[in-house]
């Protein structure tokens, strides 16, 4: 919809760790690409950007939250784990709860509002 506002959460943790949507979005493209260059491609970020996101968020969680393996002959490849799906699933249910959110709709309703009256 045209009147809906741009949403991007960002999570800032006490760990040091801030995750948002870049980071989000590079972990759903990992899990469709298979490769972190290939997600980064996509994304429009250079291979060692990618790296050091995937590397950034691999250290603040338990279990890293995407397992890779290097190239070669048979070629390299990477993946989501099952805590990286977690992770990105539940960062996904807060966007949309903020999306479908009464206070989203609440404040859009006020915008138009006042655009009506000018």
């Known amino acids: 919809m ?3 506002p ?10 040091g760790l801030t995750f948002g949507r870049g980071k ?18 996509r994304l429009g970020m250079s ?3 990618a790296w050091a996101l995937v590397e950034e968020m ?4 338990p279990k890293p939250l995407v397992d890779s393996s290097r190239g ?3 070629g390299g490849g990477a993946s989501v ?8 699933a539940e960062y996904r249910a807060l966007e949309a709860l903020l999306r479908d959110s009464s206070q989203l709709e609440a404040l859009r309703h006020a915008l138009s509002d006042v655009n009506d009256g000018k």
């Open 72 to 74: 070669g002959a048979k």
């Open 81 to 88: 784990t099952e805590l990286g799906a977690k992770v990105l």
């Open 2 to 4: 045209e009147n809906d």
């Open 47 to 49: 291979y060692r950007r």
């Open 24 to 41: 989000a979005d590079l972990l759903q493209a990992i899990a469709e690409e298979g490769s972190i260059s290939a997600a980064g491609r």
């Open 6 to 15: 741009r949403l991007s959460l960002r999570l800032h943790f006490a760990q």
């Open 58 to 61: 691999n250290s603040h969680f």
